[in-house]
């Protein structure tokens, strides 16, 4: 089973751009899909983007699409989600998460976290 370690999260003024990795640990990182989430303050957990596992089938949040990127690397065992244009309401906890299986929009589905790194956009 992989784990996950979220990293690049930090301070941006809006219309910057920040690039979030996730490096996972195991043998089998190239068997999981895997998907970034967020969490804003007081909402809940939301889908931001997915990738499946050879990289070739990607998904986006209608809030994201076309500002994020998703992509992988199984050599490296690492996930990215690069982010553009950033604005006051992409601030959140950004998770990486992983399943044994197709990608999917439902957090419960992916039984495999990350603890999260802080986003926080600027006006």
């Known amino acids: 089973q992989v784990q996950l370690v979220e990293s690049g999260g930090g301070l941006v003024q809006a219309g910057g751009s920040l690039r979030l990795s996730c490096a996972a640990s195991g043998r089998t990182f190239s068997s999981y899909a895997m998907a970034w989430f967020r969490q804003a303050p007081g909402k809940e957990r939301e889908f931001v983007a997915a990738?499946?596992?050879?990289?070739?089938?990607?998904s986006y949040a209608d809030s994201v699409k076309g500002r994020f990127t998703i992509s992988r690397d199984n050599a490296e065992k690492m996930v990215y989600l690069q982010m553009n244009s950033l604005k006051c309401e992409d601030t959140a906890v950004y998770y990486c998460a992983a399943r044994s299986g197709l990608t999917s929009k439902e957090q419960i589905l992916y039984a495999i976290w990350g603890r999260g790194t802080q986003v926080t956009v600027s006006s």
């Open positions: 990738i499946s596992k050879n990289g070739g089938s990607t």
